[in-house]
C-alpha cells in the first residue's frame, strides 16, 4: 500500500514542480491549498493534519514576498513561522516526517565564504527573520524533520527574476542590475528532484538523514550575471533582449528589505548524506528558458552560436 504525504502548496514555484513531478509508486501524494489549509491559522494546521494522518509532509507553502513582508510581519511570522511550528506539533503527535523549505536570507551576507548548515543564523529582513524563527520552531518541536535551505528561486510559474528579466528585455534596450550580491540561482524543479529524493529516503525506513541540509543550483554568480545568462539563453531562443546590462552596486537600487552580499551555500552536506548533487546552475536554467521560449533551434546549435 502506498504512504499517504500531504503537500501543501501547489500554485507556487516549487508545489508547481512537485505537483507535475513523477512520484514514486509507493507515494501517494495528496495536495492541498489556503483556502482549505491556512498556515495563518496553526489551530486549524494541526487538527487538520492529525485528522488525515499523512506518513510524510511537505510544506512548500510559504510567505515569500521579501519587501512586502517588511510592513506585513505579522502575516509573514504567522505563515513562516506559525503554522510551520503547527505543523511540526502535528507530525510529532502523529509519527509523521516534516520536509520544510527555507532560505538563504537567514545569514547577514558577511560571512567570505560558502555558509554551512552549522553557520549561525543572523537575518537582515523581515522574511529573513520569520524564515529562521519557522526552521528554530520545527528543530525545536520534531526530531524527524528535513529542512532544505536554498536561494535565487526560479521557474516557469510565479513572479521570479528569470521571468521578470525576460519581460523587461523585451521591452527595454538597457537594464541596470545589481552587481554586488553573490548566490546560486536555483531551478524550481531541482528544489522538487531533491526533495522526492529525501521522501523516498524517508519512507523507506531511513532515520539517520533528519536535520537542516542546503540545496541550491551548482556554482555561484550574481544578480548582474544571473541576468546575462538569462539574456544569453533567450537571444538564442529567438527572443528580444537588451543591448546593454549595466552592472550597479546595492546602493544604487534601493529596496525595503536588506539582502545579504553573500547567498552562498554549501552544499557538501545533502551529497555526503543523500547523494544529491546539484546540477550547474547555467544548465537548469537552459531547461527553464526551453519551457518559457522553446529549445534553441538546431541550426544555432550547429553554427556554434549557444555556448
Known amino acids: 500500500m502506498s504512504s499517504k504525504v500531504l ?131 520545527i528543530a525545536a518541536r520534531l526530531d524527524r524533520h528535513v529542512i532544505l535551505r536554498t536561494s535565487w528561486v526560479y521557474s516557469p510559474v510565479g513572479h521570479n527574476f528569470v521571468k521578470t528579466m525576460l519581460r523587461l528585455g523585451a521591452e527595454r534596450d538597457a537594464l541596470r542590475i545589481v552587481d554586488d550580491q553573490h548566490g546560486a540561482p536555483t531551478a ?39 541576468a546575462r545568462e538569462i539574456f544569453h539563453g533567450a537571444a538564442a531562443r529567438g527572443a528580444r533582449v537588451p543591448s546593454l546590462v549595466q552592472p550597479i552596486a546595492t546602493a544604487d537600487y534601493p529596496l525595503p528589505a536588506k539582502r545579504p552580499a553573500n547567498s552562498r551555500l554549501d552544499c557538501g552536506k545533502i551529497a555526503r548524506t543523500y547523494g544529491l548533487r546539484p546540477v550547474p546552475w547555467q544548465a537548469a536554467l537552459s531547461a527553464c528558458l526551453d519551457e518559457l521560449i522553446g529549445a534553441v533551434p538546431p541550426r544555432r546549435l550547429q553554427q556554434g552560436l549557444v555556448a
Open 7 to 137: 503537500v501543501i502548496g501547489r500554485i507556487g514555484q516549487v508545489g508547481h514542480e512537485l505537483a507535475r513531478a513523477d512520484w514514486p509508486r509507493n507515494l501517494a501524494a495528496e495536495f492541498v491549498e489556503r483556502d482549505r489549509f491556512d498556515l495563518a491559522r496553526p489551530d486549524t494546521v494541526r487538527a487538520m493534519v492529525v485528522a488525515m494522518r499523512p506518513r510524510l509532509v511537505v510544506n512548500a507553502a510559504a510567505f515569500t514576498a521579501v519587501d512586502a513582508a517588511e510592513t506585513g510581519r505579522d502575516e509573514a511570522f504567522a505563515i513562516n513561522r506559525d503554522g510551520p511550528a503547527a505543523l511540526a506539533d502535528a507530525c510529532g503527535e502523529i509519527g509523521a516526517a516534516l520536509i520544510h523549505f527555507s532560505t538563504d536570507y537567514v545569514f547577514d551576507g558577511t560571512k567570505h565564504g560558502a555558509y554551512t548548515e552549522d553557520d549561525p543564523v543572523s537575518p537582515l529582513s523581515v522574511y529573513g527573520a520569520s524564515k529562521a524563527e519557522g526552521d528554530a520552531a
Open 188 to 226: 524550481a524543479a531541482e528544489l522538487a528532484r531533491a526533495a522526492l529524493h529525501v521522501a523516498a529516503q524517508i519512507d523507506a525506513g531511513r532515520d539517520d538523514g533528519f536535520g537542516i541540509f542546503n540545496f541550491t543550483g551548482a556554482g555561484a554568480t550574481t544578480w548582474c550575471g544571473f
